[in-house]
């Protein structure tokens, strides 16, 4: 997945690198392990702290509006090192691209909008709540809980993934004079 951001100035790579690398989300991110999930378990990201941080890469492109060949070939999967990359792109009408890339399951739409309303409050130096990111331990539930709810969750992909049903109802219209 891809979220691309142009400018018409040029961003300071010194800047733009500075509140990457300031991020406690962005660290996490770069810092993670995929565990897939087994029987009675759910696949996760577990930290591992291997002191990984994001790589912002500058580019510089002759065409106008374009993305560099090797960023839209960039393929990010569950065995590399880094889930999460940056790229700036810089044109020669003096604008820029700033570009941030992630494997696709590590971030919904909903983490994507967190993920940039953090870094703009970074970018502002407004304090932030990490409660959002970093939630506390998940209660653990029993096995008659899990299985209701496993069962609940079929039920609701297998009926939402069937086609709606219409029907066609020949009924009589009004006309002005109220007769039918």
């Known amino acids: 997945m891809r ?8 961003l300071s790579y010194n800047k733009i690198n500075d509140i990457l690398k300031s991020s406690p ?6 810092n993670i392990k995929f565990v897939p999930g087994l029987l009675m378990k759910l696949p996760t990201w577990q930290y591992i ?6 790589i912002l890469l500058e580019h510089h492109t002759v065409v106008e509006d374009g993305i560099p ?4 070939n960039r393929d990010i999967t ?17 604008g820029c691209a700033f570009i941030l890339s992630w494997n696709h399951i590590l971030l919904d739409a909903k983490g994507t909008t967190l993920l940039f309303e953090h870094l703009n409050l970074l970018s502002e130096n407004k304090p932030q709540s990490f409660d959002i990111f970093f939630p506390g331990k998940e209660k653990k539930t029993n ?11 079929k039920k609701f992909v297998q009926t939402s993934s069937k086609p709606p049903v219409s029907s066609v109802a020949c009924t009589s219209l009004k006309t ?3 007769k039918h």
Request: charged share 20%.
């Open 3 to 10: 979220k691309i951001f142009y400018f018409n100035s040029a």
């Open 25 to 30: 989300v962005i660290y996490w991110l770069c």
């Open 49 to 54: 702290d291997r002191n990984n941080e994001i």
């Open 69 to 72: 060949d090797n960023i839209l």
């Open 78 to 94: 569950i065995e590399s090192t880094r889930f999460i990359e940056a790229d700036l792109v810089h044109y020669p009408s003096g």
């Open 143 to 153: 096995i008659v809980t899990t299985s209701a709810t496993c069962t609940r969750l």
């Open 176 to 178: 002005g004079d109220g």
